[in-house]
């Protein structure tokens, strides 16, 4: 007989070693969230189809994730545009680091095949480093220029090709002369901008490569957005708005800068294949769209407050191992985000779709907390691969020491224990760092048999885990056999009990 009883019986699972028992009551005891905060209002994005939650009725509409197909051998979605006929173009990156040009006429869903940028400009033995793709279909890309020995400064090359036009270098002046871009863009009014390292941003007119405006000028800037009304500039920790159509300090961001500052990777520079936060046109004048690790949003300048569009924890928008690179919009009110993916050990591009739903629940009706005692990336990736999968179910993923708090890790076990005891507890336990015995002896776990009875899991590896009144409290997620190759007289000379398994030759 177990000496206590919980309100609530625990599913615990060890990534490394084993899996422990949920209560069955806490799959359906689970409640729902609107995970509101401060000035942020959740919206489904089409408020016309919500529904009040007032009795039995809930509130509908959410934007559904769809990953869609990518070009060969892509390892970063470098630039997406939506064009006037629906068709997508995409300019994307192989692991050759070659930046190619491609197209799809079935939103996504397959891809034509891609012309390679230097082909198209007409060049041989160098490679674009960053290239950006109009609403036009034009593209603007930038060379390296290998400096003449080790104490030489970086440059950069320009070529831009207009729409059903032909590729050319830029002749630019001393602006940009001896500059290295780490990021571009072209404006909907089909000015170029470029974002210098350590002299702000530059606004260029590439009919004869003249100089619109110059923003941020002598300034080092970690990030910039470009919209059809609004230049965002992130740097020194801070953001700020420019008005595109005169150049000059745009008003009315205040609450937008308060919203992007509580994620502070926000206003953090990503890296030279992604940030964590992209901008784009909003659905009237005078609004944007923007996303980072905790979703789109969507704000009106000179309001008070921020919309959340998509919640990004129901969804992979929250997963840790990756960078945004673009996004746009079709006429339809679908959204396409582009990204660079990190969670294997090369970089691969992913594109994915959003598409609004009046049938899905807002919230999820079923809520699951997972407990780890410390962070994990494959507990990430898993919560939201489950996610994608199940977008009836919400789940949230605690961590006992974020490693930048102070929290010991007794300071964390007495804190889960606590809520354990009080019936609060997760619903999920990952055990990595746990020891799952005084769980079982305290009744805090959920017998698993039941659920593995038609798992197909090796019977010398169940019958381990198994209680002598058949219980099953933790089970392996995954394990190793180890393996020994070699000559046959070699081999024999390692005791056969030292390893699981041993290969003869």
């Known amino acids: 007989m177990h000496k206590y009883k919980t309100a609530k019986r625990l599913l615990s699972?060890?990534?490394?070693?084993?899996?422990?028992?949920?209560?069955?009551?806490?799959?359906?005891?689970?409640?729902t969230s609107d995970g509101s905060k401060d000035n942020v209002q959740h919206d489904s994005g089409?408020?016309?189809?919500?529904?009040?939650?007032?009795?039995?009725?809930?509130?509908?509409?959410?934007?559904?994730?769809?990953?869609?197909?990518?070009?060969?051998?892509?390892?970063?979605?470098?630039?997406?545009?939506?064009?006037?006929?629906?068709?997508?173009?995409?300019?994307?990156?192989?692991s050759d680091y070659e930046l190619s040009l491609y197209k799809s006429s079935d939103q996504g869903k397959t891809w034509d095949e891609g012309k390679a940028l230097t082909s198209l400009f007409g060049l041989d033995g160098v490679s674009f480093y960053k290239a950006a793709l109009g609403r036009d279909g034009s593209i603007l890309g930038g060379v390296f220029i290998?400096?003449?020995?080790?104490?030489?400064?970086?440059?950069?090359?320009?070529?831009?090709?207009?729409?059903?036009?032909?590729?050319?270098?830029?002749?630019?002046?001393?602006?940009?002369?001896?500059?290295f871009?780490?990021?571009?863009?072209?404006?909907?009014?089909g000015n170029l901008f470029l974002e210098l390292m350590g002299n702000g941003i530059l606004e260029i007119n590439p009919a004869d490569g003249s100089v619109v405006h110059e923003y941020e000028k002598g300034k080092h800037t970690d990030y910039m957005g470009v919209t059809s009304e609004y230049l965002i500039v992130i740097g020194d920790g801070d953001v700020r708005y420019y008005d595109i159509a005169s150049g000059k300090p745009a008003e009315g961001g205040d609450a937008l800068t308060e919203q992007l500052k509580k994620t502070p990777s926000n206003l953090e520079f990503g890296n030279s294949s992604g940030t964590s936060l992209i901008f784009m046109d909003g659905d009237?004048?005078?609004?944007l769209f923007y996303v980072d690790s905790t979703g789109l949003y969507r704000y009106a300048f000179g309001g008070n407050v921020v919309e959340q569009v998509i919640d990004g924890s129901l969804n992979s928008i929250s997963s840790t191992n990756k960078a945004f690179n673009c996004m746009a919009q079709d006429k339809d009110g679908k959204i396409y985000i582009g990204e660079v993916n990190y969670d294997s050990s090369d970089m691969e591009g992913k594109l994915f779709s959003y598409t609004?739903?009046?049938?899905?629940?807002?919230?999820p009706d079923t809520e699951l907390t997972i407990y780890s005692l410390e962070s994990n990336s494959s507990i990430r990736q898993a919560v939201d691969m489950f996610q994608k999968e199940h977008p009836d179910i919400y789940l949230t993923l605690e961590t006992g020491m974020s490693g930048d708090d102070g929290v010991t890790r007794t300071d964390a076990l007495k804190t889960l224990n606590t809520e354990i005891m009080a019936g609060k507890g997760p619903d999920i336990l990952i055990m990595d760092g746990i020891s799952s015995e005084t769980y079982i002896q305290q009744?805090?776990?959920?017998?698993?048999?039941?659920?593995?009875?038609?798992?197909?899991?090796?019977?010398?590896?169940?019958?381990?885990?198994?209680?002598?009144?058949?219980?099953?409290?933790?089970?392996?997620?995954?394990?190793?056999?180890?393996?020994?190759?070699?000559?046959?007289?070699?081999?024999?000379?390692v005791p056969g009990n030292a390893f699981g398994a041993v290969c003869r030759q």
């Open 443 to 493: 009744g805090m776990l959920e017998d698993l048999s039941g659920v593995l009875k038609e798992a197909g899991i090796l019977s010398n590896i169940q019958e381990a885990y198994t209680e002598e009144d058949g219980s099953i409290y933790e089970m392996p997620v995954k394990f190793g056999i180890p393996m020994i190759q070699g000559a046959k007289e070699d081999v024999e000379t």
């Open 46 to 94: 089409n408020t016309a189809n919500d529904t009040a939650n007032s009795g039995d009725s809930k509130a509908m509409g959410r934007y559904l994730e769809e990953e869609l197909a990518v070009p060969e051998d892509c390892t970063e979605v470098a630039s997406l545009q939506i064009m006037e006929d629906g068709s997508m173009e995409m300019i994307a990156r192989n």
């Open 181 to 189: 871009s780490w990021d571009m863009a072209i404006g909907t009014n």
């Open 356 to 363: 609004y739903s009046a049938d899905t629940p807002t919230v």
């Open 13 to 31: 699972v060890s990534v490394a070693a084993c899996l422990v028992a949920v209560g069955a009551g806490s799959l359906t005891g689970c409640g």
């Open 146 to 179: 290998e400096p003449e020995d080790d104490n030489g400064t970086v440059d950069m090359d320009y070529y831009y090709c207009p729409a059903g036009g032909e590729g050319k270098k830029l002749e630019l002046g001393n602006d940009v002369s001896g500059s």
């Open 284 to 287: 009237e004048e005078g609004t």
